[in-house]
């Protein structure tokens, strides 16, 4: 007996009787298998739909998906450009693109990520749909004339480790052509989301994070009050702070971290956003000059930290959208969807240990409370990315 692309779960003992010595291989099982086949196995929740999900089958197993899941409750035959038939899940099933990477996946509804799922609708219309966009080779959560040029300059390239090489053949040609061709214009950023505070509370001490739970702690009074989306929160400029834990999915090689700003005032100098150790060693930091410009810094191993400032203005009594970059080389600003001003930056500090601070420059523990700056006015919709995006590709530019 032989099972590929299978998901073998939720039954007793484990599901795989070792007596029958089947081969199994690129499967999710229950239970560890060392036996024959035993090749791109795994042992995880394959995060089924049910039970619970559709009154008409309370044991539905397709996989639970972020970027989209074929949903039999709507009563519609499946069609890959008709969003009555998916709904979006929070949470993404590993055994997504995990199947036998020799089968073919193209009856799979794009984003396919170019490999079949395991389990029952693997290689169907019905397979949950990818978080990877396969041509986006410079992870901007966008597949345009970078990724382009980047394919562009490595054509038949041959050495291991080329970004370009999209399907991992050892060189760049034709097939990894077909990727950035099949995938051109498509966005999707959401694989690179670490933290998203939404901020439409309207009462407690809590701010909710959506993505993994980390959530930010009110300090001193910041106000729950109407957003540019939903609610925000209003920052007094005097003590107010948001502390979002010293987390260290926070401080990514690459980032992009991004939010709406309201100013109430614009004469002295206010701390937006500061991630920070106690010792006082900065990772990043976001500061508003009295002008309205926008600072943004970034700690260096080996040298003192580098900063760049804006030249647009964020206008008091007015939202701007905002977002800070960092490419592992470059440090960016982006106002209202455009780039702005830019700086180059060399090895970053360890990062470990930091704690992320908004509506301040306040570090945790503070050793010197005299350089405190805080920001006075309303902070909403604050994300982080793992990776550099594009300006324009942020929700909300």
């Known amino acids: 007996m032989t099972l590929n692309s299978s998901i073998i779960w939720g039954n007793s003992p484990h599901g795989i009787r070792p007596e029958a010595n089947p081969s199994v291989s690129y499967s999710c099982t229950q239970k560890s298998w060392s036996g024959p086949g035993n090749i791109g196995n795994m042992v995880k929740d394959p995060l089924f739909a049910g039970p619970g999900d559709c009154a ?133 950023i959401v694989p690179y989301l670490v933290a998203y505070w939404r901020l439409d509370e309207t009462s407690g001490t809590v701010a909710h994070e959506e993505s993994r739970d980390n959530h930010a702690t009110l300090n001193n009074g910041p106000v729950w009050t109407e957003g540019r989306i939903n609610g925000a929160l209003l920052f007094d400029g005097f003590d107010d702070y948001l502390d979002c834990g010293a987390v260290d999915s926070f401080g990514p090689e690459r980032m992009t971290l991004s939010m709406w700003l309201r100013p109430a005032q614009i004469d002295r100098w206010s701390g937006i956003v500061a991630r920070a150790s106690s010792a006082g060693q900065t990772d990043y930091a976001l500061m508003r000059d009295p002008t309205g410009k926008l600072q943004f810094t970034v700690g260096q191993s080996d040298a003192g930290p580098v900063s760049v400032l804006s030249t647009a203005e964020t206008p008091v009594n007015e939202w701007s959208h905002v977002a800070v970059l960092l490419n592992g080389s470059t440090a960016s600003i982006c106002i209202n969807g455009q780039p702005d001003a830019s700086t180059s930056y060399g090895e970053r500090v360890s990062r470990a240990g930091y704690s992320l601070i908004i509506g301040s420059s306040k570090r945790i523990p503070d050793p010197d409370p005299r350089w405190n700056t805080f920001y006075p006015g309303k902070i909403d919709e604050i994300r982080i990315y793992s990776t550099a995006l594009k300006c324009g590709v942020n929700p909300g530019d």
């Open 56 to 188: 008409e089958d309370c044991n539905d197993y397709h996989l639970k998906s972020q970027a989209g899941r074929y949903n039999p409750c709507a009563g519609l035959e499946c069609a890959c450009d008709d969003p009555s038939a998916w709904v979006r899940d929070d949470v993404t099933s590993p055994c997504i693109d995990e199947g036998d990477p020799s089968l073919p996946f193209n009856k799979e509804c794009r984003p396919n990520g170019g490999r079949i799922n395991m389990g029952a609708y693997g290689g169907t219309c019905e397979a949950s749909k990818s978080m990877k966009i396969l041509g986006d080779i410079n992870q901007d959560g966008s597949v345009d004339a970078n990724d382009l040029d980047i394919l562009s300059r490595n054509w038949l390239a041959q050495k291991p480790g080329v970004r370009a090489d999209i399907t991992s053949d050892g060189i760049v040609d034709l097939h990894d052509y077909y990727w950035v061709a099949t995938d051109w214009r498509s966005v999707n």
